[in-house]
């Protein structure tokens, strides 16, 4: 909700030029009142853990949750003959972003003994066939120029979105991301039990960025 | 005194390996820690430090979320030792009394002391688990009560987590008891007999005094436990809903790895430490007061 309308708001923030509570207090406020106030997203979700979720999910005790490439297999392993579909956050005026990132990405350190084997390393993974076989491994979208394959799963569809780089994952954006993040995940639980209102979550936000920025 | 030092040498060179792995990986990091605290350490290398003075403990003392686990560490301190004594007596007079089966009883009361805390937390939040699958919500609902969100609302966490830990740790304190009370003499009890006391008047002015020392030895742990508690919430809770079951261990752990301010993460360690200390020395000088000799 924040990047479409705004691609550099992350950035701005980072930077100094902008706070937490200037470009997420709208975007928390919508998600709030659209996920939460209307019981969609019920408290009893705060006392499951991954793997609960995904198997109630699996189990068709519940309609959303939030997944990725890495819960398909576990979701097709419980029941094969669940019909699900997946979409993209819709901001107000209607622009789709996937919530996503890269994956970790390979290098080789400049103190290594090995570099020649770190070498023909990185060459194998980049061939072409071997790209498709991590590809199968990962259930993951790759982006590279000319290798074709197929997802073969709901994630098919999200592949021109990938090349195209329609995907974003805010809090690996931020400055000081693991403090910050970890104050969100806190704060979006504390709104929920009614310990704290999510008007402040922002505010909890700039309040750790201004301690982790000492 | 020097024949005293020649007398006491092969005792000294016995401890002597037992001294240097505890002074190496207890005592030097411990003065390294308070030494850091005064420090912008990053956590890597100790070089290009800068004493900063007392900042790394004022951020500690302004931190919300500090002040929150001090309340729940304190609170916790307070009842989970104080439950587990309270049904640990009566387990250990239970299984010393004359059961055909108490030594069966003895083992299954004791086995949930053995697997590991992380353990019982995954395998407990199955248990506690808020929808109406949780294995204590189904058994709840079969006797026509409603549902409970165990671990999703902050005070039924909070309570999930001591119900998990006392679960755990009551046949361990409990075979303390059992210990000390079979070290009781009998004729205590068969003069008390003689005397016409009742089982109340036999356990209150025989078994409880004579249990003073158990007491004291079990509460201490208790309390160790309760101010270190760090994995069970975690693999139960994850220290939410919020910060309803953040313990201060967790605090420490995510000030210094999540938000690498190893600076501030010492300087919690620091006061915590002195917190316990001083926790501890109160606490065993007040109950060895009431120990028989």
């Known amino acids: 909700m924040v990047i479409s309308q705004e691609p550099d708001a992350d950035d701005k923030i980072n930077n100094g030029e902008s706070t937490y509570a200037e470009k997420y207090t709208e975007p928390f406020k919508l998600w709030y009142d659209d996920m939460v106030a209307t019981g969609l997203y019920s408290q009893m979700a705060l006392g499951l853990n991954s793997d609960q979720v995904i198997d109630m999910f699996a189990n068709e005790e519940v309609a959303m949750i939030h997944g990725g490439p890495w819960t398909v297999s576990t979701i097709e392993q419980k029941n094969p003959d669940l019909a699900y579909d997946l979409f993209a956050i819709a901001d107000k005026d209607g622009n789709c972003v996937y919530p996503g990132a890269l994956n970790v990405g390979m290098s080789i350190s400049t103190s290594t003994e090995h570099e020649e084997a770190c070498r023909t390393f990185l060459e194998?993974?980049?061939?072409?066939?071997?790209?498709?076989?991590?590809?199968?491994?990962?259930?993951n979208?790759?982006?590279?120029?000319?290798?074709?394959?197929?997802?073969?799963?709901?994630?098919?569809?999200?592949?021109?979105?990938?090349?195209?780089?329609?995907?974003?994952?805010?809090?690996?954006?931020?400055?000081?991301?693991?403090?910050i993040y970890k104050e969100v995940l806190t704060g979006i639980q504390d709104a929920i039990t009614g310990a704290d209102t999510i008007e402040n979550i922002p505010v909890r936000m700039d309040e750790k960025q201004a301690e982790l920025s000492q | 005194m020097k024949v005293k030092i020649k007398k006491e040498l092969p005792y000294l060179g016995f401890i002597l390996p037992a001294f240097i792995v505890y002074t190496v990986l207890t005592v030097i990091p411990l003065v390294q820690t308070l030494g850091l605290s005064f420090t912008d350490w990053d956590g890597y290398a100790i070089r290009n430090l800068h004493f900063i003075g007392l900042e790394n403990y004022k951020s500690v003392f302004a931190d919300r979320g500090?002040?929150?686990?001090?309340?729940?560490?304190?609170?916790?301190?307070?009842?989970?030792?104080?439950?587990?004594?309270l049904f640990a007596i009566p387990l250990a007079l239970a299984l010393n009394s004359r059961m055909k089966t108490k030594n069966l009883q003895r083992a299954v009361f004791f086995f949930p002391s053995v697997p590991s805390a992380i353990i019982l937390g995954y395998l407990w939040a199955y248990i506690l688990a808020p929808t109406r699958n949780g294995l204590l919500n189904k058994a709840l609902?079969?006797?026509?009560?409603?549902?409970?969100?165990?671990?999703?609302?902050?005070?039924?966490?909070?309570?999930?987590?001591?119900?998990?830990?006392?679960?755990?740790?009551?046949?361990?304190?409990?075979?303390?008891?059992l210990a000390q009370l079979q070290s009781i003499p009998a004729e205590y009890y068969e003069a008390a007999i003689v005397d016409g006391a009742t089982p109340w008047q036999k356990f209150r002015y025989v078994t409880f005094p004579m249990l003073a020392s158990a007491m004291t030895t079990s509460v201490m742990l208790l309390l160790l436990n309760s101010m270190k508690l760090y994995d069970l919430p975690f693999a139960l809770t994850s220290g939410g809903p919020g910060t309803a079951t953040t313990m201060v261990s967790q605090m420490i752990i995510k000030a210094g790895f999540v938000e690498k301010s190893?600076?501030?993460?010492?300087?919690?360690?620091?006061?915590?430490?002195?917190?316990?200390?001083?926790?501890s020395v109160v606490q065993l000088k007040l109950m060895k007061k009431r120990e028989v000799d």
């Open chain 2, 66 to 85: 500090m002040k929150s686990a001090l309340i729940n560490t304190c609170v916790y301190s307070l009842i989970f030792p104080a439950l587990t004594t």
């Open chain 2, 141 to 177: 609902m079969l006797f026509g009560l409603k549902p409970i969100m165990w671990l999703a609302v902050p005070k039924w966490a909070f309570f999930s987590v001591l119900l998990v830990n006392l679960w755990g740790q009551i046949g361990w304190h409990a075979c303390i008891y």
């Open chain 2, 262 to 279: 190893y600076g501030k993460a010492t300087a919690m360690s620091a006061v915590f430490f002195i917190f316990i200390a001083v926790v």
């Open chain 1, 141 to 179: 979208a790759i982006i590279v120029e000319g290798v074709d394959y197929e997802m073969g799963t709901v994630f098919e569809k999200v592949k021109e979105d990938a090349i195209s780089g329609n995907f974003y994952l805010p809090q690996i954006a931020w400055k000081n991301s693991s403090g």
């Open chain 1, 124 to 139: 194998f993974m980049q061939r072409d066939e071997n790209i498709l076989k991590w590809q199968k491994v990962s259930n």
